[in-house]
T-cell receptor, first 108, second 115 residues
Framework: DAKTTQPTSMDCAEGRAANLPCNHS???????VYWYRQIHSQGPQYIIH???NNETNEMASLIITEDRKSSTLILPHATLRDTAVYYC?????????FGAGTILRVKS | NAGVMQNPRHLVRRRGQEARLRCSPM?????VYWYRQLPEEGLKFMVY????????ESGMPKERFSAEFPKEGPSILRIQQVVRGDSAAYFC?????????????FGPGTRLLVL
């Protein structure tokens, strides 16, 4: 599975968009980009995933560059409850390989 | 549609005892994964099972740990003769059809504390 690189932490003002970047320059053609988050010590929560095209659901949008070497998760209107560790994962096989993720702090 | 269920949510064991962690996947899901999160660390894959079969156990410690997913009933992660280093959060995830890129959904986890 391809390795991902994410910033260690980010701050975002409540109500503003949170843009979380992820680099995955070694991604293969059949590997998906997945985003999960973990709030405090709860179970990881699935957010969104994509292969080539940009994706949007009720939680977030995922923008994948044309060369697929990087992506951005967008939380359009961050709330205090979005404070969590966000994991960008490239999945080509059966297991999710979690890195350190990005600690997103949403501040009022 | 209930999500992934895990029980117990908290488990306390003394060194040398056995710990049994149970995971009921989402309805219709026949693929189960176990992950472990040690204190202040990230989640690490342990084992992947599909009904009655272990598909990938590359992340499982070679001794004391075993997993099963019987035809009927929940998946069980069993840790024999627990040691303090086994204290961690154990998360289970399930998916419908990973070959088709189906998502893994996680349960709330079992926090194991070994005294």
């Amino acid at each position: 599975d391809a390795k991902t690189t994410q910033p260690t932490s980010m701050d975002c003002a409540e109500g503003r968009a949170a843009n979380l970047p992820c680099n995955h320059s070694t991604i293969s053609g059949n590997e998906y980009v997945y985003w999960y988050r973990q709030i405090h010590s709860q179970g990881p929560q699935y957010i969104i995933h994509g292969l080539k095209n940009n994706e949007t659901n009720e939680m977030a949008s995922l923008i994948i560059t044309e060369d697929r070497k990087s992506s951005t998760l967008i939380l359009p209107h961050a709330t205090l409850r979005d404070t969590a560790v966000y994991y960008c994962i490239v999945l080509g096989g059966n297991k999710l390989v979690f890195g350190a993720g990005t600690i997103l702090r949403v501040k009022s | 549609n209930a999500g992934v269920m895990q029980n117990p949510r908290h488990l306390v064991r003394r060194r040398g005892q056995e710990a049994r962690l149970r995971c009921s996947p989402m309805k219709g899901h026949s693929h189960v994964y176990w992950y472990r999160q040690l204190p202040e660390e990230g989640l690490k894959f342990m084992v992947y099972l599909q009904k009655e079969n272990i598909i990938d156990e590359s992340g499982m410690p070679k001794e004391r740990f075993s997993a099963e997913f019987p035809k009927e009933g929940p998946s069980i992660l069993r840790i024999q003769q627990v040691v303090r280093g086994d204290s961690a959060a154990y998360f289970c995830a399930s998916s419908l059809n990973p070959a088709a890129g189906e998502t893994q959904y996680f349960g709330p986890g079992t926090r194991l504390l070994v005294l």
